[in-house]
């Protein structure tokens, strides 16, 4: 019984991480568009390794984006 406990906690405890990120999962349109909004410090989960970062300067419209990277202009 404790480590059933245990397992229920531990997993709670992943849920709640998960959803206090927000990113979520990268959807098959977002692949497809090649970029989508997000955070530096929050990729979605199954981001291609090779996908860069793009800050737009407040923050608002800062995108993960495949590359080539030329500029923000591109996206």
Avoid: H, R
């Amino acid at each position: 019984m404790k480590k059933l406990l245990i397992l229920i906690t531990a997993l709670a405890t992943l849920t709640a991480c998960t959803a206090l990120t927000g990113a979520g999962t990268i959807t098959e349109d977002e692949l497809n568009q090649g970029w989508y909004y997000g955070q530096q410090d929050e990729p979605k989960e199954g981001t291609p390794e090779n996908w860069t970062f793009l800050e737009d300067g407040d923050g608002e419209n800062s995108k993960w984006i495949k590359p080539p990277v030329e500029s923000m202009l591109d996206y």
